[in-house]
């Protein structure tokens, strides 16, 4: 379920895979919630340029209902817009995808498409300008995912501190998604500067320290000092952001470009601070 939420917090904005799966822009998003006996409310409805309406559910796990359930969307939708939607299930899960997909009897005739992701060359999603594309890509087919997983990481370092915690949570729930192959691909970017976001974010932490000690051989590869630095920064952004969330742009300069000095005379105003002026004044 974790990551079914993930997803669908994403598909605001990953316009590239909806013209993957369907072949098609879309034109606008519909409101998705049916009103019956039983409330129900699909992943996405959407009217597309070629005059078509597309309905797309996502999964990460085999659901032996999910034919009876399409069936259902089907019909519910059918009755609302009065015309039969294209009815894809995009599935993102470690297993084989093993769902029944059509009806074939003398009464009736139905059927609806199942896309496994992993079988999707995401060479598209990965050059899309949405991060959210960006990021699905890392489940799918590219020709070099390790330059995939720096161009992402490389544009959630640019986001400010709250949106970039909020996105590393996501690739970390997307990323337990394929066990045996991103973290693998992920210990080999430890170095860049992202990383102290990523070690504090338990999923990533695990995957850092399987591949080295605390601080230890880390310190090494960037230097002790430079290490220091970091963590006091990140331990000060924590403290600010208790007091003074959501943190200005303004704020989060100053502490990537702080020194070791001026981390420790900050932290010491703040205790007495009632402003983030307060903290940073000379």
């Given at each position: 379920?974790?990551?079914?939420v993930?997803?669908?917090?994403?598909?605001?904005?990953?316009?590239?895979?909806?013209?993957?799966?369907?072949?098609?822009e879309?034109?606008?998003?519909?409101?998705a919630?049916?009103?019956?006996?039983?409330?129900?409310?699909?992943?996405?409805?959407?009217?597309?340029?070629?005059?078509?309406?597309?309905?797309?559910?996502?999964?990460?796990?085999?659901?032996?209902?999910?034919?009876?359930?399409?069936?259902?969307?089907?019909?519910?939708?059918?009755?609302?817009?009065?015309?039969?939607?294209?009815?894809?299930?995009?599935y993102?899960?470690?297993?084989?995808?093993?769902?029944?997909?059509?009806?074939?009897t003398?009464?009736?005739?139905?059927?609806?498409?199942?896309?496994?992701?992993?079988?999707?060359?995401?060479?598209?999603?990965?050059?899309?300008?949405?991060?959210?594309?960006?990021?699905?890509?890392?489940?799918?087919?590219?020709?070099?995912?390790?330059a995939?997983?720096?161009?992402?990481?490389?544009?959630?370092?640019?986001?400010?501190?709250?949106k970039?915690?909020?996105?590393?949570a996501?690739?970390?729930?997307?990323?337990?998604?394929?066990?045996?192959e991103?973290?693998?691909?992920?210990?080999?970017?430890?170095?860049?500067?992202?990383?102290?976001?990523?070690?504090?974010n338990?999923i990533?932490?695990?995957?850092?320290e399987?591949?080295?000690?605390?601080?230890?051989?880390?310190?090494?590869q960037?230097?002790?000092?430079?290490?220091?630095?970091?963590?006091?920064?990140?331990?000060?952004?924590?403290?600010?952001?208790?007091?003074?969330?959501p943190?200005?742009?303004?704020?989060?300069?100053?502490?990537e470009?702080?020194?070791?000095?001026?981390?420790?005379?900050?932290?010491?105003?703040?205790?007495?601070?009632?402003?983030?002026?307060?903290?940073?004044?000379?």
């Amino acid at each position: 379920m974790k990551y079914d939420v993930t997803f669908k917090e994403l598909f605001p904005d990953v316009n590239v895979l909806f013209k993957l799966l369907a072949g098609s822009e879309v034109v606008r998003i519909e409101s998705a919630e049916f009103s019956s006996i039983k409330q129900r409310r699909a992943d996405l409805l959407a009217y597309l340029a070629d005059g078509t309406l597309l309905h797309l559910e996502l999964q990460s796990g085999n659901d032996e209902e999910m034919l009876w359930r399409e069936l259902e969307y089907c019909g519910l939708i059918g009755k609302a817009y009065k015309m039969i939607p294209t009815q894809i299930v995009l599935y993102i899960g470690k297993n084989p995808a093993l769902f029944e997909t059509q009806i074939d009897t003398p009464c009736l005739k139905y059927s609806y498409q199942v896309i496994d992701i992993r079988e999707l060359d995401c060479t598209l999603l990965l050059e899309s300008d949405s991060l959210s594309d960006n990021m699905l890509s890392l489940l799918g087919q590219l020709q070099d995912k390790q330059a995939a997983i720096q161009r992402v990481l490389r544009k959630i370092a640019y986001l400010p501190s709250k949106k970039r915690a909020d996105t590393l949570a996501k690739l970390a729930i997307l990323v337990g998604l394929r066990p045996k192959e991103l973290p693998d691909l992920l210990k080999k970017e430890k170095t860049m500067p992202i990383t102290v976001d990523l070690e504090e974010n338990p999923i990533f932490a695990e995957i850092f320290e399987r591949y080295t000690s605390v601080g230890e051989k880390r310190g090494i590869q960037i230097g002790e000092g430079r290490g220091i630095v970091l963590g006091k920064s990140a331990m000060l952004r924590r403290l600010l952001e208790k007091r003074f969330y959501p943190l200005p742009d303004w704020v989060e300069t100053k502490l990537e470009h702080a020194s070791d000095n001026e981390l420790e005379m900050w932290g010491l105003q703040l205790f007495e601070a009632q402003s983030l002026e307060d903290v940073f004044k000379l």
